[in-house]
Structures are given as structure tokens and as C-alpha cells.
């Protein structure tokens, strides 16, 4: 049985807040990704938008192997 850990939004492209714990603990590490970033990079801008992109991108790609597949959605779709 497989456990999906970001479903898809109901409007538009994407993906919605997590639905099981494996999920939050991926949004948590996330955030605290970014806080971490803004502590110690602050004074190196670079360094700062480099750490953001890959930890956004780690993010994206979890949400793609984890998650429903993405597609545009009108509010109506199942």
C-alpha cells in the first residue's frame, strides 16, 4: 500500500500540506533548512540563494516521489 505524503492541490499546479507524519517531518527539515541558511549566510548573499535553490529543489523532488502526480486542477477534478 502505498502512502502518498503530499497530496495534489484541488486548484492549480502543485501540491498541498502534507497528509502523514513522514510528510511534516520532510516540511520541518525544510524550514529549518531555510532558518539555518538565513542564521549563517546571512552576510553572503551567494551563498545564502545557493542553499535556498538546493533545499528547494530537494523539496520539489521529494514532493514528485512522494507525492500525487502534479497536474493543473480546477477544483472539480479527482
Given at each position: 500500500?502505498?502512502?502518498?505524503?503530499?497530496p495534489?492541490?484541488?486548484?492549480?499546479?502543485?501540491?498541498?500540506?502534507?497528509?502523514?507524519?513522514?510528510?511534516?517531518?520532510?516540511?520541518?527539515?525544510?524550514?529549518?533548512?531555510?532558518?539555518?541558511?538565513?542564521?549563517?549566510l546571512?552576510?553572503?548573499?551567494?551563498?545564502?540563494?545557493?542553499?535556498?535553490?538546493?533545499?528547494?529543489?530537494?523539496?520539489?523532488?521529494?514532493?514528485?516521489?512522494?507525492?500525487?502526480?502534479?497536474?493543473?486542477?480546477?477544483?472539480?477534478?479527482?
Amino acid at each position: 500500500m502505498k502512502t502518498t505524503w503530499f497530496p495534489a492541490k484541488r486548484y492549480g499546479w502543485g501540491w498541498g500540506p502534507p497528509t502523514c507524519w513522514q510528510g511534516w517531518v520532510v516540511l520541518a527539515v525544510y524550514v529549518a533548512g531555510v532558518a539555518a541558511c538565513a542564521l549563517w549566510l546571512r552576510d553572503h548573499i551567494w551563498a545564502y540563494l545557493v542553499g535556498i535553490g538546493v533545499l528547494s529543489i530537494l523539496l520539489i523532488a521529494i514532493c514528485w516521489l512522494k507525492g500525487e502526480q502534479p497536474r493543473w486542477r480546477w477544483g472539480g477534478d479527482k
